[in-house]
């Protein structure tokens, strides 16, 4: 096990850390009146005067009714209206969504993921295999035969280990009977029907892959745990509530409905609890540039010496930055800050129909190059280093091939967080970039004056995990009524941004559609960039678990940069949490690998695995490249005249 680094002797000791505040924003006047009146109204709230005190229902073993005890009169009352007051809250909530879009166009397509004929393969394929199918009624056919024998030896006083699948983690899935053979059952013949679709052999991959991910996605959607009669859990909360969380749920329904403008937007975190520049992105620092496109941002040193050449990063502009600067516990720009880096972030705007014909010209020539100009100019230096983030780095590699064709030597080394070059095995992804879909988006984005609205990035990338960021917050918000959680990274993950017509379309056509970057196709800045002319070092930081840059896509980018002095590291977990993992977290772990043979799976075969966050392994190499220590940069006192405090204002910019 390697040793963790150790900080260069002659390293600035850490300045006295401040009490960052974090007050609580107040409570929305219009939600607090509207729960109170809910609370009046419901019968469950406070009895009627002739109403005998009620017992709390004791707990029968399936869903909780039980109705022996106290008044039974008053309490099938209670949970009887509560029952009404839901369904009608339900059916208004779909009324009034029903006339918002009454004048409005019919969706653009009844399927505009060209989903039918993918299916029509693969069920094609299966019908000229009889054989094929004869052997697969008969494996589910065995399959349902061992869940009875299962079954039955449940009932002889067998026991059973919990499942393992998040969606049936309350014990009522297993210790009532027919709960346990309702959930066996659906996931026998969801994988049964999942595995199916994935044996067909004589069907193009793609093709093949786009009906295995629907159908996954049709099978999550009819798991048992997402409908009331079916959930044990929700039943349960039904009956010991007397109805309550049912009425709460649908109110939460309704509100969610209101908020999507007639459209169902599932609330992922209590957005109230959060306030950027508040409680969030609180990271210390100053406004020192502002032009249509970005705010660069410095942040305030955090120790008595700095490293002579200062860090620029690039995050994506699909999202904002403030994923770097959640809070002082998991800030990635707090704790660059106290290894003695001066920080600079690109904080792009969020665009608008004025920026529809904006495109990757733009963003080299106004982002990319201007932001590295306006950082050399603060810091007085004559060389950075960069990072980019995920699409922040897919136009920040294509940069840097643009510069070495250019003989620019303005970039010492660039940091690559979960960013693909080559495209090739680009993921599930790939599957929103037929020309059909393309199709389908651009005249969405036409609608909308010529952006991609925040909502429509949102559904896709909660498409690709559903059980996680559709079907659980369906079920906790809805069926059981609870209040969504005050989670940071989930009140992010809703802080969409818009994306300008141009640059999207020529995003998804050229790299997710033909590849063109890393085949040197790709034409940037007047010039068609070659990877490969970059010699600047560079490391690569992939996620075992990323959904969106797939660990195996971004050691292909890796490799594309084959001049390159590339430095891999693969962090446990996914697109973001591989990412941002403070060391202080001790939370999953990281591999490393001096060598970069031909394929990922000969990297794996040769890493070492050390546990923890890969932050320390990847300060260390930047350490190496940022020069000597120099006394620590004052913002406020560059030859740019400082804006406004961090994190600015484009960032505060809703969609």
């Known amino acids: 096990m390697a040793k963790s680094p150790v900080p260069p002797a002659d390293a600035p000791a850490p300045r006295k850390p401040g009490r960052p505040t974090s007050p609580k924003p107040p409570r929305p006047r219009a939600k607090a009146a509207a729960e109170k009146a809910a609370r009046a109204e419901s019968p469950a709230a406070e009895p009627p005067p002739h109403a005998a005190p009620t017992t709390a229902a004791p707990e029968s073993p399936g869903a909780g009714f039980d109705f022996s005890g106290g008044d039974q009169r008053q309490m099938i009352e209670t949970l009887s209206l509560n029952l009404a007051k839901a369904a009608m809250t339900a059916q208004s909530a779909i009324a009034e969504a029903a006339l918002a879009h009454a004048d409005r ?81 659906y996931l026998v013949t969801a994988d049964w029907m999942n595995g199916l679709v994935s044996s067909v052999e004589d069907v193009d991959p793609r093709t093949k892959r786009r009906a295995e991910f629907f159908t996954k996605l049709l099978t999550d959607a009819f798991s048992p745990s997402n409908f009331l009669a079916s959930n044990p859990a929700a039943l349960k909360a039904l009956a010991e509530s007397n109805g309550e969380s049912l009425v709460k749920g649908m109110q939460n329904f309704a509100a969610d409905m209101e908020r999507g403008g007639g459209k169902l937007k599932i609330s992922q975190a209590d957005y109230g609890k959060f306030e950027v520049g508040v409680n969030v992105a609180t990271a210390p620092g100053k406004v020192v540039w502002r032009d249509e496109l970005f705010e660069l941002i410095q942040y305030d040193a955090a120790t008595d010496k700095q490293r002579e050449i200062p860090l620029l990063i690039f995050p994506p502009w699909i999202n904002k930055f403030y994923i770097l600067d959640l809070q002082p516990g998991n800030s990635m720009i707090r704790w660059l800050s106290s290894q003695g880096f001066t920080v600079f972030v690109c ?8 920026k529809a014909g904006f495109g990757f010209d733009d963003y080299l020539e106004k982002g990319i190059y201007r932001a590295v100009q306006k950082t050399l100019e ?31 030597d303005a970039i010492g080394s660039t940091t690559f967080f979960a960013a693909q070059h080559d495209f090739a095995e680009a993921g599930d992804l790939l599957l929103f970039t037929d020309d059909h879909w393309l199709s389908e988006i651009e005249q969405q984005m036409d609608a909308a004056g010529g952006v991609l609205p925040g909502a429509a990035m949102a559904e896709t990338f909660n498409a690709l995990r559903a059980n996680d960021l559709i079907w659980s917050f369906f079920v906790s918000n809805y069926l059981m009524g609870k209040e969504p959680p005050a989670f940071d990274l989930l009140f992010w993950n809703a802080d969409q941004t818009r994306m300008p017509k141009k640059l999207h379309m020529d995003y998804l056509r050229s790299m997710y559609g033909q590849n063109r970057l890393s085949r040197g196709e790709f034409e940037i800045g007047g010039i068609t960039v070659d990877l490969s002319k970059v010699t600047i070092p560079l490391y690569f930081q992939a996620s075992r678990e990323d959904h969106i840059a797939p660990m195996n896509s971004v050691y292909r980018s890796a490799k594309a940069f084959s001049n390159a002095d590339v430095t891999l590291t693969l962090a446990g977990s996914g697109h973001i949490a591989g990412v941002v993992n403070a060391p202080a977290a001790n939370k999953y772990q990281h591999w490393t690998n001096d060598a970069l043979p031909a394929t990922l799976q000969e990297w794996q075969a040769g890493a070492e695995e050390h546990p923890g966050s890969w932050w320390n392994h990847w300060a260390t190499w930047l350490h190496d490249k940022s020069g000597g220590w120099i006394p620590a940069r004052d913002p406020a006192k560059g030859p740019l005249a400082p804006i406004e405090p961090a994190p600015g204002s484009y960032v505060k910019v809703k969609s």
Request: one cysteine or more; proline letters at 8%.
């Open 105 to 185: 166009p019919a969706a653009l397509s009844p399927d505009p993921f060209n989903v039918g004929p993918a299916m029509t393969s693969v069920m094609t394929s299966l019908a000229s295999r009889p054989d094929k199918l004869f052997s697969a009624q008969a494996d589910l056919f065995n399959r349902y035969m061992d869940l009875w024998a299962s079954t039955t030896r449940r009932a002889a006083g067998e026991e059973q280990a919990p499942s393992k699948d998040k969606r049936f983690k309350d014990p009522a899935w297993s210790e009532n009977p027919m709960f346990d053979v309702m959930r066996q059952s």
């Open 347 to 354: 904080s792009w705007v969020n665009p608008d129909k004025d």
């Open 378 to 408: 603060q810091s007085k230096s004559t060389r950075i280093n960069t990072v980019g983030y995920c699409i922040g780095g897919t136009l920040l590699g294509a940069a840097l091939a643009h510069m070495a064709e250019n003989r620019i």
